[in-house]
């Protein structure tokens, strides 16, 4: 049986996104990566914006669970989500593959 995830009506999508964006957020500020972040978002902003754009367009999804304000012919949450879904990735990239600050042992 699946969960009911609509308890917060129509913010729950905004609320996944804010969500998401603090830890998406608190992962680029812990590797010191939100700079270079930011610029990747914005370098990959254009093609997710019209791929965001096209998939309405066309009917390939539907979101009910939204606040219904939209931006440029999209909804807000989608917006969130061009730059959430990218910030996870390279935060949880850089924290990942982060530098070693103690020197190994013995050296």
């Known amino acids: ?13 905004l609320l996944t996104e804010i969500f998401w964006g603090a830890i998406a957020y608190v992962l680029l500020r812990r590797a010191g ?36 304000i939209e931006i ?3 909804p807000l949450e ?5 730059a959430v879904v990218p910030g996870l ?3 949880f990239h850089e924290n990942i593959h982060a530098e070693n600050d103690q020197p190994p042992e013995g050296k």
């Open 33 to 68: 990566a939100r700079k270079r972040a930011a610029v990747t978002i914005l370098a990959l902003y254009p093609i997710a914006y019209f791929w965001d754009w096209y998939t309405l367009e066309v009917g390939v999804f539907d979101i009910p669970l939204r606040t219904g």
């Open 89 to 91: 990735v390279i935060g």
């Open 1 to 13: 049986m699946a969960r009911d995830i609509s308890v917060f009506g129509r913010y729950t999508y």
């Open 72 to 74: 440029g012919g999209i």
């Open 78 to 82: 989608e917006h969130l989500f061009m």
